[in-house]
Nanobody
Framework: HVQLVESGGGLVQAWESLRLSCAAS????????MGWYRQAPGKQRELVAT???????NYADSVKGRFTISRDNAKNTVYLQMNSLKPEDTAVYYC?????????WGQGTQVTVSS
């Protein structure tokens, strides 16, 4: 079965950087689009970034120019490099994919940005 395991979250100050990782298993990683979502307290889960198997990327307007999604197919891992972090980026970040049309989520990793 598909498993997604995120890591790399933590507590940082504003303008600092973090890199999140998501290790995938149980699927053919290279042919699947991968994505990152986030959910702040009291808010709905929202799209952060996606990357197709072709390498095409898509970003939420709020993170464009600051966040970069990438993937290493040899390691079955997708990354989210987050630069110039802001307090409003504080959220639980989830990795996701939809192999065969079924959506899978990781357990999430907490990112907290202090001002």
């Amino acid at each position: 079965h598909v498993q997604l395991v995120e890591s790399g979250g933590g507590l940082v100050q504003a303008w600092e950087s973090l890199r999140l990782s998501c290790a995938a298993s149980g699927m053919i990683f290279s042919i699947n689009a991968m994505g990152w979502y986030r959910q702040a307290p009291g808010k709905q889960r929202e799209l952060v970034a996606t990357m197709a198997s072709s390498g095409t990327t898509n970003y939420a307007d709020s993170v464009k120019g600051r966040f970069t999604i990438s993937r290493d197919n040899a390691k079955n891992t997708v990354y989210l490099q987050m630069n110039s972090l802001k307090p409003e980026d504080t959220a639980v970040y989830y990795c996701t994919c939809t192999p065969g049309g079924t959506i899978y989520w990781g357990q999430g990793t907490q990112v907290t940005v202090s001002s």
